[in-house]
């Protein structure tokens, strides 16, 4: 499996902050950029997902930014809550709904 | 949303038992289903994707043998662990594509062997 790379492993934030996760691609075909929410003992659930034909997208306090150039993109988590502790994992594939690439994922925690 | 069913959502089995995990869409048809493997505080890694009415497709490394795949219906895909052991512990999790290609996970199995 092509690799996408995550940073930072883990992150800790204060309540009303913004919570930025990283990740970078290297197979070029890879047109469809999802990030997923996970809690313990839980499988992922979709936050938001990004095609390349566009730099950002945002849905509530989640941003997705998307640099095609650099093969990057990125999660923001604007004013941060204690309920958005949870371990998030970007992904990549080829068209949406087929087989993911995940990254290594990142463990937010927001603390008061 | 559409919904993933994962059953059971523990198992605890004695080495050398074999494990059955049935992954169902409950308000929709998949033809195809995704199986992933999940070790603690680690990412998820694509064991094999499930094709309604003909053979998976694994991924590199991964035994068919040993993780036995029946996709029998458009709601229904199985994932067998074959004489299980301890090493086979683990998370165990399945996605289904909807109708629009949209991917709905399940809530994941954990495997426990002894």
């Known amino acids: 499996q092509q690799q996408v790379k995550q940073s930072p492993q883990s992150l800790i934030v204060q309540k009303g902050g913004i919570s930025i996760i990283n990740c970078a691609y290297e197979?070029?075909?890879?047109?469809?950029f999802p990030w997923y929410q996970q809690f313990p003992g839980k499988g992922p659930a979709l936050l938001i997902a990004i095609r390349p034909d566009v730099s950002e997208k945002k849905e509530g306090r989640f941003t997705i930014s998307f640099n095609k150039s650099a093969k990057q993109f990125s999660l923001h988590i604007m004013d941060s809550q204690p309920g958005d502790s949870a371990t998030y994992f970007c992904?990549?594939?080829?068209?949406?709904?087929?087989?993911?690439?995940f990254g290594t994922g990142t463990q937010l925690k927001v603390e008061l | 949303g559409a919904v993933v069913s994962q059953h059971p959502s523990r198992v605890i089995c004695k080495s050398g038992t074999s494990v059955k995990i049935e992954c169902r869409s409950l308000?929709?048809?998949?033809?195809?289903m995704f199986w992933y493997r999940q070790f603690p505080k680690q990412s998820l890694m694509l064991m094999a994707t499930?094709?309604?009415?003909?053979?998976?497709?694994?991924e590199q490394g991964v035994e068919k043998d040993k993780f036995l795949i029946n996709h029998a219906s458009l709601t229904l895909s199985t994932l067998t662990v074959t004489s299980a052991h301890p090493e086979d512990s683990s998370f165990y999790i399945c996605?289904?594509?909807?109708?629009?290609?949209?991917?709905?996970f399940g809530e994941g199995s954990r495997l426990t062997v002894l």
């Open positions: 197979n070029t075909a890879f047109d469809y």
């Open positions: 992904a990549a594939s080829i068209g949406g709904g087929n087989k993911l690439t």
């Open positions: 308000d929709f048809q998949a033809t195809t």
């Open positions: 499930s094709n309604e009415g003909s053979k998976a497709t694994y």
């Open positions: 996605s289904a594509r909807g109708g629009y290609g949209e991917l709905f």
